[in-house]
């Protein structure tokens, strides 16, 4: 399974960015995906996932400002982040879950997302 994710880029505080991931592979391995974020000097943390099912969990750090969604038929899960604060600057990752479990086992490479002040 391979992991594109897109979208990251630079906004002010309160602007939009919506970020994509696609998958390809052997996509029937999949069971969740969603994002991680790191910021600067802190850790990894899960921001949003989503099942094959269409079931979607948050941080609550971004409820109500965040919204995953995917489309199944192009393999491609998205992020529409509003509402954008300079705490959400980080490198977002797509990651891909496989079987039963919730750990991730697939990665994607990171896109940046910088929101200024």
């Known amino acids: 399974v391979q992991l594109q994710a897109s979208g990251g880029g630079l906004v002010q505080t309160g602007e939009s960015l919506r970020l994509s991931c696609a998958a390809s592979?052997?996509?029937?391995?999949?069971?969740?995906m969603g994002w991680f974020r790191q910021a600067p000097g802190k850790q990894r943390e899960l921001v949003a996932s989503?099942?094959?099912?269409?079931?979607?969990t948050y941080a609550d750090f971004v409820k109500g400002r965040f919204t995953i969604s995917s489309n199944n038929a192009e393999n491609t899960i998205y992020l529409q982040s509003n509402s954008l604060e300079p705490e959400d600057t980080a490198v977002y990752y797509c990651?891909?879950?496989?079987?039963?479990?919730?750990?991730?086992?697939?990665w994607g490479r990171g896109t940046l997302v910088t929101v200024s002040s």
């Open positions: 592979g052997f996509i029937s391995r999949i069971n969740v």
């Open positions: 989503i099942t094959r099912s269409g079931r979607s």
């Open positions: 990651y891909a879950t496989e079987g039963p479990g919730q750990t991730p086992r697939y």
